[in-house]
């Protein structure tokens, strides 16, 4: 994991450098792009794929774990674009928004946001572009389309996944501000994930490998959901989460 001060340097070398003298058939595109993430795997496994600036323009100059790192480093390295994990520790992607919310307004070098998840729950898709992201992508994007949705988001474009724009769409053409549930509202970020793949029938096996925790990390989110929406096993739980169309 970059901190501050890594990701510092990494972008003052570059602007001593200057313009690279090939293109590496980018068209002389380049982007400077942070990842925030909380899975160290998963940081490592974008940045091999987009990472390698002389062929894909994609220059990563930080990256972070938590919502506290996120803001330092993207403050500290001002990049372009933010890759945004959804769900993080200490508030979730909407935190980072919310922090970063001087620098996404800036006229001069704005910072701009696109989500990337493993989630397609509509209210996680609402929720960031709600607070000022400007694309929303799952993790089943493929390498080239994930640099490409880069690229259109600096130059100030929307972009979603296919399935995904259907959300914002529906979100946005109602002018009734969306109901608060309470009940969902106690729960983390991370809790309603689990959540929602419990009711779709994954096993503690399967969610422990999606979401790279492990089976006793699950077994302890399943039993934190439980005690806050006071149910008594998984079957009530699916009921509970079918009826608020979470599924």
């Given at each position: 994991?970059?901190?501050?001060?890594?990701?510092?340097?990494?972008a003052g070398s570059a602007e001593a450098a200057g313009p690279a003298e090939s293109d590496g058939g980018t068209g002389g595109r380049r982007v400077r792009v942070v990842l925030v993430d909380?899975?160290?795997?998963?940081?490592?496994?974008?940045?091999?794929?987009?990472?390698?600036?002389?062929?894909?323009?994609?220059?990563v100059v930080g990256e972070a774990a938590d919502v506290d790192q996120a803001v330092t480093v993207i403050t500290a390295t001002r990049p372009?674009?933010?890759l945004l994990d959804?769900?993080?520790?200490?508030?979730?992607?909407?935190?980072v928004l919310r922090r970063c919310a001087p620098l996404?307004?800036?006229?001069?070098?704005p910072v701009r946001f696109l989500a990337l998840s493993v989630s397609d729950a509509a209210e996680d898709v609402i929720g960031v572009i709600r607070g000022g992201a400007r694309g929303y992508v799952t993790k089943t994007i493929t390498g080239t389309d994930l640099v490409d949705s880069i690229f259109r988001v600096q130059e100030g474009d929307a972009v979603f996944s296919p399935r995904l724009a259907g959300f914002v769409l529906d979100a946005f053409a109602s002018t009734d501000a969306p109901p608060?549930?309470?009940?969902?509202?106690?729960?983390?970020?991370?809790e309603r994930e689990v959540l929602r793949l419990i009711a779709r029938?994954?096993?503690?096996?399967?969610i422990a490998k999606q979401l790279f925790i492990s089976v006793k990390t699950v077994e302890s989110h399943v039993s934190a959901v439980l005690r806050k929406l006071q149910l008594s096993n998984r079957h009530e739980l699916?009921?509970?989460a079918t009826a608020r169309r979470l599924v």
């Open positions: 994991m970059s901190d501050p001060t890594e990701a510092n340097g990494t909380d899975h160290r795997m998963f940081r490592t496994g974008v940045q091999a794929e987009i990472g390698q600036t002389e062929q894909t323009g994609v220059e372009e674009v933010v959804v769900h993080l520790p200490g508030g979730g992607g909407v935190e996404m307004a800036d006229t001069e070098q608060v549930d309470e009940d969902l509202d106690r729960l983390t970020q991370r029938g994954y096993a503690y096996k399967e699916t009921r509970w």
